[in-house]
């Protein structure tokens, strides 16, 4: 089992910037791909980025690319998801969510097997 905790997200102004943090426990966490996911009020849950287990490779919804970064650092057992230019539309809770498969093409939430219990991002105008 691996047990995932999200934090970082909050209120902030739109042009701000946050990291959201993901904390693991429980199995080796470092040979997990690790994606981040949102879902706003009403919309199904959206692919935002992933990284593999090194974190050479990256992958990121065409719609984050430039304003999202993810990142890990192993020895903290941490995945990292940095947001910058923050907008309204970035509203949302954010997952992250772990994943046996090696390949960071996989952006369907069907696909990965443990998930964090969220954290609220609130963008205002």
């Known amino acids: 089992q691996v047990q995932l905790v999200e934090s970082g997200g909050g209120l902030v102004q739109a042009g701000g910037s946050l990291r959201l943090s993901c904390a693991a426990s429980?199995?080796?966490?470092?040979?997990?791909?690790v994606a981040w996911f949102r879902q706003a009020p009403g919309a199904e849950r959206e692919f935002v980025a992933a990284?593999?287990?090194?974190?050479?490779?990256?992958n990121y919804a065409d719609s984050m690319k430039g304003r999202f970064t993810i990142s890990r650092d192993n020895t903290k057992n941490t995945v990292y998801l940095q947001i910058h230019s923050l907008k309204p539309e970035d509203t949302a809770v954010y997952y992250c969510?772990?994943?046996?498969?090696?390949?960071?093409?996989?952006?369907?939430?069907?696909?990965?097997?443990?998930w964090g219990q969220g954290t609220q991002v609130t963008v205002s105008s």
């Open positions: 990284i593999n287990w090194s974190g050479v490779n990256t």
């Open positions: 429980g199995r080796t966490y470092s040979s997990f791909t």
């Open positions: 969510a772990a994943s046996f498969n090696p390949w960071v093409s996989r952006t369907k939430p069907v696909e990965y097997v443990y």
